[in-house]
């Protein structure tokens, strides 16, 4: 079981709220685990850790996108304290089932996507966006 974050931890998180800065975060690595896609990029600014949330019409209507969206806020409450790293960009993506995903399982799907975007794998420690698709 996945336990809440720690209060003294002293990671703050701001909100992502315009346009640009979602578009800046899909440049960066991105993990799909389960019922969530995590986006992070690395800014060269302060030391504060920025989180953004979407689902898009796919997820369904307004009811069930508003759900899933309010369930990843709270996910990332609790485990980016945790799990993130000050200085990135998380935008955090509903996939179909965010809404309806069992919450501990929802937890550990977060948890991994945040656990290997933090883990380095190259010299300097960052990798490499993946290649796009398109």
Known sequence: MIEAANPSQDLKIERLT???QFLAAAQGRSVARGAVVVQALKREEAPVARAGFTATRKIGGAVQRNR????LRHAAQALLPLHGKPGFDYVFIARGGTGS??????L???KTALLSLS???GPDGDRAPAPSSR
């Open 119 to 121: 883990a380095p794998s």
């Open 108 to 110: 550990d799907d977060v």
């Open 101 to 106: 995903r069992p919450w501990p399982r929802l």
């Open 68 to 71: 899933a969206k309010r369930r």
């Open 18 to 20: 315009k346009r640009p």
